[in-house]
């Protein structure tokens, strides 16, 4: 059954390229491989396994971006030139620079075009890095085997000017989801959050589908890595307002309630799209309020609770424990008086309400039970459940988008190009009646 259901659904994977031109987008041609999905319980843990392709093979196809018009140039002329003009202290245009990436042919020129993007960036004309140059530059990446040149730009977006739009984004992060590189896929949603982009419901679908599937690895979390993941979480969940969201939303505020109780708000929110109150745990503890007291079929997923309580549990014995250990250890009173002194009172207060969240979750997580508002599966199988319902429906609207920003690009590009061909006419007639007045003088 299964092995039928896969050959019928290989057969629409791969619309053919005329599909661009067609007017309206047709559901059957954005259907996607979707093998058998199984969750297997093991050991109390889950592992997940899936057979997909995530994005269809016409969002991700190069045709309609390799159709525009051509600008051939020998890069090493273009190098030299960039080199001439950068010594002598004048700006190279933008138009310059996106005709170098627009016409990288191996991996090494992916280099060579590295350096003079940061070059641009510290130019006068920094500014003026056009988007379709950034999204260019993320496609030659892929296409010669430089991700890691796009990852690395793109964590330094302030040295080369690397803000990708929403389905520059979502080519980045597919690409790393089917190499089954999370990690990498984290990295670039890190990327997306910081620059509150979240906006498709494609980049919604992506960017839980690479949390939870990195989450689900058990990876040992730094305290940046654990907050980076948790706010990450949570704006992503807060757009998407079913139970995968919601799930969402509970891990991301326990995962900053524990960066919180840890380093305080402060290292919290900065830096961070976040809320500088005070009270993640809260937070999550209203989530689960909300959901108990809300009729209907959102749940939150057994895991997402499960780590909530694990993670209140280990503070508030960690809060005992240290208690214990500063009466021990500092023996008089003015050392202790310094220790509260230094810390936030705020921060002070949050720790302290540890036990009465606590006792908080217990009352509530019994009321998620007897509601059959828990749900048994992990939130990976919560997102691989919504990627089968939403994506394909959401790729239509964005490949529509797309072929609209790809003919105004177009558009820009040329007028660009008319305006240099003006300037460089004019400066070449100012040019020849200088020399005619010099050889009149003459």
């Given amino acids: 059954m299964y092995l039928s259901t896969a050959l019928s659904l290989t057969q629409n994977c791969c619309p053919p390229l005329s599909w661009w031109y067609r007017p309206k987008m047709a559901a059957s041609l954005l259907q996607r491989c979707l093998g058998a999905v199984k969750v297997i319980h093991k050991c109390g843990t889950y592992s997940f396994i ?38 002598r202290n004048f700006p190279v245009s933008s138009l ?6 627009d016409n990288i ?16 960036r510290h130019s006068p004309n920094c500014w003026y890095l056009r988007d379709w140059t950034v999204h260019s530059w993320v496609r030659q990446c892929l296409r010669y085997g430089a991700r890691d040149k796009a990852l690395h730009t793109l964590k330094n977006k302030v040295q080369y000017g690397m803000f990708p739009d929403d389905f520059t984004f979502n080519l980045l992060i597919d690409s790393f989801i089917k190499d089954g590189d999370f990690k990498g896929a984290c990295s670039v949603v890190e990327e997306v959050m910081l620059q509150e982009s979240f906006d498709l419901p494609s980049t919604q679908i992506l960017s ?17 890595e654990q907050r980076a993941l948790g706010a990450a979480l949570l704006i992503c969940g807060l757009k998407q ?15 900053l309630g524990k960066v919180e109780m840890a380093a305080g708000i402060h290292a919290v929110f900065r830096g961070m799209p976040l809320m500088w109150t005070p009270g993640y745990l809260g937070r999550a503890l209203a989530i689960m309020e909300r959901v108990a007291a809300t009729p209907g079929d ?5 895991d997402a609770v499960d780590y909530l309580g694990g993670l209140l549990q280990d503070l508030s014995s960690a809060l005992d424990s240290k208690s214990s250990s500063v009466e021990d250890e500092l023996g008089g009173e003015e050392e202790g008086k310094k220790e509260e002194e230094d810390e936030d009172e705020d921060d002070q207060a949050e720790r ?16 998620l039970q007897s509601g059959g508002k828990v749900d048994p599966s992990p939130l990976q199988v ?12 959401a790729e239509g609207p964005d490949m529509e988008q797309y072929q609209r920003k790809v003919r105004e690009w177009e558009a820009e590009r040329q007028q660009l190009i008319r305006r240099e061909k003006e300037m460089r006419e004019r400066a070449e007639e100012e040019r020849e009646a200088r020399q005619a007045a010099k050889a009149a003088a003459q």
């Fill in 50 to 87: 899936d057979r997909r392709c995530l994005l269809s093979a016409a969002y991700t196809d190069t045709k309609l971006w390799e159709e525009r018009e051509k600008d051939h140039q020998n890069l090493a002329l273009m190098a030299a030139l960039m080199d001439r003009i950068y010594d």
């Fill in 96 to 101: 310059t620079i996106s005709r170098f990436v």
């Fill in 105 to 120: 042919s191996s991996r090494e020129e992916v280099d060579q075009a590295e350096y003079y993007l940061y070059k641009f």
């Fill in 208 to 224: 839980m589908y690479a949390l939870s599937s990195y989450l689900a690895t058990k990876p040992e979390l730094s305290v940046s």
């Fill in 241 to 255: 307002d079913n139970s995968t969201g919601l799930s969402a939303q509970l891990l991301g505020c326990a995962l």
């Fill in 298 to 302: 959102r749940k939150l997923s057994k």
């Fill in 352 to 367: 302290e309400k540890l036990p009465l969240y606590a006792s908080r979750f217990k009352e509530l997580s019994g009321q």
């Fill in 382 to 393: 919560l997102v691989s459940s919504l990627v089968q319902q939403g994506l394909a429906s």
